[in-house]
């Protein structure tokens, strides 16, 4: 992250918004805020905000207890301020971050709403995770200053952000999001031309698939398909792509590796499509497997705990040297 006052200069001493105050919405509170930014978070249904505030507190403390804050949780979370309507939470903001529901028609509205409440020089980003921003955000007075802004959940600890620009988005906007992200700590991406998921969902969607396939043809359980990731690939994974991965992989790097081993994935690619949806019968097959390892009533302590293995692991990246 930059210096805060650094920050602050970049943002025109303006604080940014949050709409949308669910998981996602929350966490981007979380990140700006432990930037040092003042934020206005706003949720068109009060009671999401409401529950927001008690769950940024706890995350704040367990950041604070890993060594991933240096202020008190308290003095961060004095910076995010509730707000009852989508007008008080965007007046006078630099910077607005859409979080609302996935939806074409839901996010289409509310663009249109910021259309008429926003200054002129105001920034949306859109949490959207697949939806490309020519979809809900074309002809109108904000549309030069609107982009995708895709996180991954939690955004306050892992830092990767999505930046892909609609075809009326201005360069200064994606400039001034490339700014802020990089300075309140995220890792940017630039997705350079629109496709629906942007690149870290359609790589998820490949691998996604994949696994759905192999329950349903009775080659391995969710739980070892979960083995092989957890304490096989994402060893590697957390620390390097596929792309060095592979290329570490074979004697003469990654043109070496795909001599040897192109023609296996292309076999693989060609074995089967499955293209069908997930049906009934698969998707009750694989909850069963699930529940079997965590009921229903265990999901949100379960969450708890991935956050609290994040966070050690966050504080394990950052000690670090800068750059490895």
Not at 184 to 213: D, I, M, P, S
Not at 285 to 314: G, K, N, P, Y
Request: aromatic share 6%.
């Amino acid at each position: 992250m930059i210096d805060k006052q650094d920050l602050q200069t970049l943002c025109g001493g303006r604080p940014v918004a949050i709409v949308g105050a669910g998981l996602v919405g929350a966490g981007w509170a979380i990140v700006f805020a432990r930037a040092g930014l003042n934020v206005k978070m706003f949720d068109a249904n009060a009671e999401i905000t409401r529950k927001a505030v008690p769950l940024i507190e706890t995350q704040l403390e367990g950041l604070r207890r890993h060594g991933l804050i240096d202020e008190d949780p308290a003095v961060v979370l004095a910076r995010i301020t509730p707000v009852a309507t989508l007008a008080e939470a965007v007046d006078g903001v630099a910077y607005v971050q859409e979080s609302v529901l996935e939806r074409v028609d839901v996010k289409r509205q509310l663009m249109e709403e910021l259309d008429a409440l926003l200054a002129p020089d105001a920034i949306v980003g859109s949490s959207t995770s697949g939806i490309p921003g020519s979809a809900f955000a074309l002809g109108l007075a904000i549309s030069p200053r609107v982009l995708i802004v895709h996180p991954v959940n939690p955004p306050y600890l892992v830092p990767v952000v999505e930046l892909v620009p609609s075809p009326e988005a201005s360069a200064r906007t994606a400039t001034f999001a490339d700014a802020l992200m990089r300075a309140v700590g995220q890792t940017v991406v630039h997705v350079r031309k629109e496709v629906e998921g942007f690149v870290l969902n359609r790589l998820q969607a490949v691998l996604l698939r994949e696994a759905w396939a192999l329950v349903q043809d009775g080659v391995a359980s969710c739980e070892d398909v979960d083995k092989t990731i957890r304490d096989g690939l994402g060893w590697r994974w957390s620390f390097m792509g596929p792309f060095e991965t592979i290329d570490l992989n074979a004697p003469g790097g990654v043109a070496d590796y795909a001599v040897r081993l192109g023609a296996l994935y292309q076999r693989i690619a060609r074995a089967g499509s499955h293209e069908a949806p997930w049906d009934a019968e698969l998707i009750g097959h694989v909850e069963s497997q699930r529940r079997e390892h965590l009921s229903q009533a265990d999901l949100e302590s379960r969450r708890a705990w991935r956050d609290e293995r994040l966070m050690e692991f966050a504080a394990a990246r950052r000690a670090q040297a800068p750059g490895h």
